[in-house]
């Protein structure tokens, strides 16, 4: 297999955990926060 192709496969997958770890962890750690919120308020008000 040509280099290129292992170059070009592991900025790739560089790319994709960058992507995962710096912008959907924290989205997703947010909104179980706001969900966890909204469920501690609603049972504090029953």
């Not at 900025?11 to 750690?29: K, S």
């Amino acid at each position: 297999m040509p280099i290129r192709y292992w170059v070009l496969w592991w900025l790739l997958l560089v790319l994709a955990d960058l992507v995962f770890y710096v912008l959907l962890t924290p989205i997703w750690i947010g909104l179980r926060a706001i969900a966890w919120l909204a469920e501690y308020r609603a049972r504090r008000w029953r």
